[in-house]
């Protein structure tokens, strides 16, 4: 029934048939579908600052069959991006990258006003492509090595983070630079919620739109002084009931830095075994971390339970172009189900989208259990 919900067959099949004659290879990520970034056939550097495009006003029923030959037709593109809904419209408006500041004003010149269709004429313009966000109301205790390695787990792209603290700053306040506008964008749409559900922190987020070249080096680490430290948050206690198998009821190592500041992982760990080095029991690092639902799948398996068991149903999609699931997983050996309701960004298909779903049920029980040890 999902896969129904388009406004036009016969523009999708087009695509379709374009994709295969030209060999072109698309990409579905968070809500948006991506060509290029580089593409498979690129010799030239990564472009810089000033050279995407942000183009408005396109048909809903209009894809890249038509808007990748259009814009390339003024230069060559190194990334084009078609911001989707979860029906299969575009969301009428994309991004396109060029190799040059030259060629993106080229392609406003020549482009902007373009009639793709009766009474639909295209807006190009430059993109603003803002890479930094500000966050707000973090504990004062936060300290800024730690602040970036949960944000490097939480949002992709991050590169540098830098805090603030003063008269007339709530707490600590961070300013984090990330690697394009696009991967900043993706982090402000998520960042609140993960906070929110992780560390049961309500933090502020908003674009930090006079951020100076140097500012970087210019903000040092904040360093408050112990007598205006808070006590430590405490993490945020489920009603959900358990009854944990022996071998779960030990609670793991809690986690150093700004995870213990505000109250927990946002993967809880679980037992290594003895072949799993130093580096790799680091709770929160910079490289890629396991999948919630293979870390729970071994997790049950180490503690000689019952494999988890998903039912994921599709609920609603929200203004914010989240789509909501409810989810109840059963594990043998533990009394009682965990229920509740996930969020994730429209993918490519049904089957990928509750494949999302059904990881970020994961992530979730292992919070929950993780939780619960720390309550025993």
């Not at 379709?16 to 991506?34: D, F, V």
């Not at 550097?45 to 048909?59: D, K, L």
């Not at 792209?157 to 964008?185: D, T």
């Amino acid at each position: 029934m999902l896969a129904e919900q388009v406004l036009n067959l016969e523009r999708v099949q087009a695509l379709e048939t374009w994709l295969k004659s030209t060999n072109t290879k698309l990409t579905q990520i968070n809500g948006q579908r991506k060509y290029g970034g580089p593409p498979e056939v690129w010799y030239g550097p990564t472009p810089g600052a000033r050279c995407e495009v942000f183009i408005s006003q396109i048909p809903r029923d209009t894809y890249e069959d038509l808007l990748i030959p259009l814009f390339s037709s003024v230069g060559p593109l190194w990334e084009f991006r078609l911001m989707m809904n979860f029906s299969g419209q575009n969301r009428g408006f994309a991004y396109g990258k060029y190799d040059s500041p030259a060629a993106a004003n080229e392609a406003i010149r020549l482009l902007h006003g373009h009639m793709l269709e009766p009474d639909f004429r295209l807006s190009v313009r430059r993109s603003t492509e803002k890479r930094h966000l500000c966050i707000g109301d973090l504990p004062a205790i936060t300290r800024q090595e730690d602040l970036l390695k949960v944000l490097r787990v939480m949002a992709d792209g991050v590169e540098r983070v830098s805090l603030k603290a003063g008269p007339g700053i709530e707490g600590v306040s961070a300013i984090v630079a990330f690697s394009s506008h696009h991967a900043a964008s993706m982090a402000k749409k998520v960042l609140v919620e993960a906070f929110k559900k992780q560390f049961a922190l309500n933090i502020s987020i908003k674009w930090q739109s006079t951020v100076k070249p140097s500012l970087d080096e210019q903000l040092s680490p904040h360093k408050p002084s112990k007598s205006l430290l808070p006590s430590p948050l405490k993490p945020p206690r489920h009603s959900q009931p358990s009854a944990l198998p022996p071998r779960m009821a030990r609670p793991p190592p809690v986690p150093l830095g700004f995870c213990r500041a505000v109250g927990g992982p946002t993967v809880p760990q679980y037992p290594p075994s003895s072949s799993t080095s130093s580096s790799q029991r680091h709770l929160v690092s910079t490289a890629p971390s396991p999948s919630p639902a293979a870390l729970l799948r071994e997790l049950c398996e180490a503690t000689a339970v019952g494999p988890p068991l998903y039912e994921i149903c599709y609920s609603h999609s929200g203004p914010d172009g989240f789509l909501y699931f409810t989810y109840k997983v059963c594990i043998s050996g533990i009394t009682t189900a965990f229920k509740g309701l996930v969020m994730i960004f429209p993918g490519p298909s049904p089957t990928t989208m509750l494949e999302e779903a059904r990881r970020a049920a994961a992530q979730q029980v292992l919070h929950r259990l993780y939780n619960n040890q720390l309550a025993h």
